[in-house]
């Protein structure tokens, strides 16, 4: 009988990042202790035209113009030549009567040298249907506990003699995003399109898919097939197999981190919702793809979907037909048990009512004065204030729009989750804490993994403990005759790394497998 051995995941509440990381000059652009100011001076005068004119187009040109940047130590730096130009949709939209659009730069647009601390670009978000400021910035926060992700800041904007606003400065991700990331950058990054993209398989044919998935990277090779093969088998993978053949080109445990992150914070403007603002990339080294989040201005359930963004339901979503990746998830009892850890590790820790509640507070200690001073801020000084914590109503023309405060939305969805996980969990074999089939028990305590089996005593008996990478952990044979129908093995707690661990006891006559997952906790 063949074994399935899956895929065992990383540690619960943290993720490792590459050794790129240590050598990052782009620290300094995203102080977490500073506001930033940059000033551009445009090379034509109907710049402003330029840009609207611009904004939309197929292979959208950048604005050319000089760039004074400076930090509130009192360092400057000036480039002669940067792109800029117009960027985002709703945001876009939003502010169209206003100068403070969302803005891209690109700082290798007209030298190929160029570069801001190793940056190529950078984005910087308008804060529209954000009174608080804080919604892309604590959102991002959260998920690079989980994911990569990129960093974000805060600056001030000035085009020409003119201040544009006060902005969000996040991280692009491209290349040099990767290197903080991963061990090899040079594998494809697919971005969503703005239409939306399902992962649904359509077939073989490339085209199929140009439409939903922009190819970001390697554009020259134009090599779609493996990020194609993926899709193939993210949705025609038999239940059975899904997660030893799917797993093999796919972080089963990075994509679970992802739907518990858009569920705990309501960010339905996300593949999980909308079907939008996310990245896959195809890893070299691990040959996994890997979902990368972008685009968080409307977490903190800012964008309902139609969706309750306090009561949803952490499992009967609406549109999993629509969203293979997350039905795959949701419909195998061991992936399922992985996805409730990780909601009760985000609600118990980076998400937390008293972890958003201290970013809050930090966060405006250090950017109120500037929120106060920007002249062309969508909401009210009060409105500021107020959405930190509790939400905040404005009407327009006969629509009344409602934005979730930051702290009330997070203390509701989060009582909203822990009874949902208590709730579901008694549906799953073994509960939280075990797993079993007919003749096999697995339970964790303090003291291990305590393995009970009741097989024919009169066979030898092979158990094995698979992680990772089907790399075997723990093996032990027992003799027959040995033991009276029901007999048990430990292996020590110190002994194993958090995840999720496929079991295998062999017999003469027969293989049994189970899956047991294994807390940082040990729970």
Not at 276 to 291: A, L
Request: glycine share 6%.
């Amino acid at each position: 009988m063949k074994t399935a051995i899956v895929i065992a995941f990383g540690a619960l509440f943290g993720f490792s990042v590459s050794a790129g990381a240590q050598n990052d000059s782009a620290r300094f652009v995203f102080d977490q202790d500073q506001v930033f100011t940059y000033k551009f001076s445009f090379y034509t005068p109907d710049w402003a035209d330029s840009l609207e004119y611009y904004k939309g187009l197929p292979d959208e040109p950048y604005m050319p113009a000089k760039m004074l940047f400076y930090n509130e130590k009192g360092d400057t730096i000036r480039i002669d030549s940067v792109g800029i130009r117009y960027k985002g949709n709703s945001s876009y939209q939003f502010a169209i009567n206003s100068p403070k659009k969302p803005l891209k730069l690109r700082f290798d647009k007209y030298n190929s040298k160029t570069r801001f601390f190793g940056l190529k670009r950078l984005n910087f978000s308008n804060a529209t249907m954000d009174p608080s400021f804080m919604r892309e910035k604590i959102s991002l926060d959260i998920a690079r506990a989980y994911m990569p992700s990129p960093r974000t800041a805060y600056a001030n904007i000035w085009l020409e003699d003119t201040q544009a606003g006060f902005y969000v400065q996040i991280e692009q991700v491209d290349k040099i995003f990767l290197r903080n990331y991963f061990q090899d950058d040079d594998g494809n990054l697919y971005k969503s399109s703005d239409d939306g993209a399902p992962l649904i398989y359509r077939g073989k044919d490339q085209s199929a898919y140009e439409t939903e998935y922009d190819l970001e990277t390697n554009n020259n090779a134009n090599d779609w097939v493996p990020f194609i093969t993926m899709i193939d088998k993210l949705n025609n993978t038999s239940a059975l197999e899904f997660i030893s053949e799917a797993g093999r080109i796919l972080d089963l445990d990075n994509c679970i981190r992802h739907l518990a992150f858009t569920m705990v914070l309501s960010h339905f403007d996300s593949y999980t919702g909308t079907g939008r603002n996310f990245y896959f990339y195809d890893d070299p080294v691990s040959g996994k793809f890997s979902i990368i989040p972008w685009d968080l201005n409307l977490a903190f359930g800012g964008h309902s979907n139609n969706w309750n963004v306090i009561s949803m339901d952490i499992a009967d979503i609406s549109n999993l037909e629509q969203r293979p990746l997350n039905r795959r998830i949701l419909e195998n009892d061991s992936l399922k048990r992985v996805y409730y850890n990780y909601l009760l590790e985000m609600i118990n820790g980076p998400a937390s009512f008293d972890s958003v509640s201290a970013s809050a507070a930090r966060i405006k200690t250090l950017i109120e004065k500037h929120v106060k001073a920007d002249p062309n801020k969508f909401y009210s000084d009060s409105a500021f204030t107020k959405n930190i914590e509790e939400d905040w109503q404005f009407r327009d023309g006969p629509v009344l729009t409602r934005i979730p405060g930051l702290k009330s939305f997070i203390q509701a969805r989060s009582e909203s989750i822990r009874s949902q996980v208590a709730q579901y969990s008694h549906t799953l074999p073994g509960g939280r804490k075990s797993t079993h089939d007919n003749r096999i028990y697995a339970g964790i305590n303090e003291q291990g993994i305590h393995i009970y089996h009741c097989v024919n005593n009169t066979d030898n008996i092979s158990i094995k403990l698979y992680s990772i990478q089907g790399r075997m952990v723990k093996s032990v044979r027992q003799q027959a005759g040995k033991g009276q129908g029901s007999n048990k093995f430990t292996i020590p707690g110190r002994s194993f790394s958090p995840g999720l661990y496929t079991i295998v006891i062999r017999t003469e006559q027969s293989s049994i497998s189970v899956p047991l997952l294994v807390s940082k906790t040990g729970r």
